[in-house]
C-alpha cells in the first residue's frame, strides 16, 4: 500500500514541479524538489515523510489554482481585441469582428469592425476543421450563414501575447487565455489555407435546421460575452476549441452528447460528427472528406470579396 502511494506521490510531485517552473520560474520548481529531498531524508518513519509531501503539493495546487487569467497584457495585434455582441430584439451587433488583410502569416493588418445580425437571417452553419501534423490534432471553426450569402465565422483559440507561440506542453497549465474570435471567413479560413504552411482545411456543412443554428449562434455569444467580461484560462485537455464546441452544441441542441475520445483526440473530429448525423451529405465518408478540402480553391479565390461563395462550390 505504501509503494502505491509513493507512486501517486512521485506523479503529483512531477505535474507541481513543472507547473512551478512553468508558471512560476523554474528556480522555484528547484527549491520544491530539494525540500522534498530534505523532508524525505530527514523525516521518519516513512509515512510522516510521505504526508509531508502530501502537503507540500497541495499547497503548490492551491497556489496555481488562485493563478487568476487577465485581459491586460501585450497581445500580438491580431488577438489584441476581444469580441462581444449587444442583443436589441433580432438584431445582434457584434463588436471586434476580425478582417485582418494578409501579406504572410505574420506581416498583416488588423481591421476590427462591428457586424448587425438579424437572427430571422440565420440560416445554417459550416464547420472548418484544420490539420497541420497529426492525424489527431486539429482546429475547428464554426461559420453562422446568415442574409444574403454572408458567413460569420466564431472561432475559439489561445489569445496569445506578443513574442509567444503555441506549446502543447505549457497548453496543460496555467499559460494561454481563451477567446472567442470573430471573424470574417476571408481572414480566418484564408489564414490557414494561403497563408500558413502545412495546414489543410475541410469544410462541411452541417445538419442544423435554422433555429438550431440561431441557438448554437446565440451559445457562442453568450460564451463570447462571458470571455470578454472574465477571462479564462485555455487547457489542452480540459477547456479548448473543441471541448468548448461540444458544450455549445449541447447547450444549443438542449441534450448532452455521448462521450467521445474523439472528442480529445478532435484531429476525428469531422468523423466523430459525420457518424453521429451532425454533417450533411449521403456520400461515404471517405468521400465526402475528400470533396469538403478547399485549399485549392481557397487559394484561386484569395482576395475575391466572394471568398466565401468560392470555397462553397455547388
Known amino acids: 500500500m505504501l509503494v502505491l502511494v509513493g507512486i501517486l506521490l512521485a506523479a503529483l510531485t512531477l505535474w507541481a514541479a513543472a507547473a512551478l517552473a512553468i508558471d512560476l520560474h523554474p528556480s522555484a520548481s528547484a527549491a520544491y524538489l530539494l525540500l522534498l529531498v530534505f523532508l524525505f531524508w530527514r523525516l521518519r518513519p516513512y509515512p510522516r515523510a510521505l504526508a509531508a509531501g502530501f502537503a507540500a503539493f497541495l499547497l503548490v495546487l492551491l497556489w496555481w489554482i488562485n493563478l487568476k487569467p487577465s485581459n491586460q497584457r501585450n497581445w500580438q495585434p491580431d488577438v489584441a481585441r476581444t ?107 484564408r489564414l490557414r489555407t494561403n497563408y500558413r504552411q502545412g495546414e489543410e482545411v ?44 461540444r458544450t455549445l452544441a ?28 451532425r454533417i450533411a451529405g449521403s456520400l461515404p465518408f471517405p468521400e465526402l472528406k475528400a470533396r469538403a478540402h478547399i485549399n485549392q480553391i481557397a487559394r484561386a479565390a484569395d482576395q475575391s470579396p466572394n471568398f466565401s461563395a468560392a470555397i462553397r462550390p455547388r
Not at 444549443?252 to 460528427?273: Q, Y
Open 83 to 189: 469580441a462581444f455582441a449587444e442583443r436589441t430584439g433580432n438584431i445582434v451587433t457584434i463588436h471586434n469582428v476580425r478582417n485582418a488583410d494578409y501579406r504572410s502569416e505574420t506581416d498583416y493588418d488588423v481591421r476590427w469592425e462591428t457586424r448587425q445580425i438579424d437572427l430571422d437571417t440565420i440560416h445554417g452553419a459550416d464547420i472548418a476543421i484544420t490539420w497541420w501534423g497529426s492525424p489527431y490534432i486539429a482546429h475547428p471553426i464554426v461559420s453562422f450563414h446568415y442574409g444574403d450569402g454572408r458567413y460569420l465565422a466564431l472561432s475559439i483559440e489561445v489569445r496569445k501575447e506578443v513574442g509567444e507561440g503555441y506549446s502543447a506542453v505549457r497548453g496543460f497549465f496555467r499559460q494561454f487565455e481563451l477567446m472567442v474570435l470573430a471573424a470574417d471567413e476571408r481572414d480566418v479560413i
Open 250 to 277: 449541447d447547450a444549443s441542441l438542449g441534450r448532452t452528447s455521448p462521450w467521445d475520445w474523439r472528442i480529445l483526440a478532435n484531429g476525428k473530429l469531422d468523423e466523430l460528427l459525420y457518424e453521429r448525423g
Open 202 to 245: 475541410y469544410l462541411y456543412h452541417l445538419n442544423l435546421t435554422p433555429e438550431q443554428a440561431r441557438s448554437a449562434f446565440l451559445s457562442y455569444l453568450d460564451r463570447m460575452n462571458a470571455m470578454h467580461r472574465q477571462p479564462e484560462w485555455y487547457n489542452a485537455l480540459t477547456t479548448n476549441c473543441t471541448t468548448e464546441i
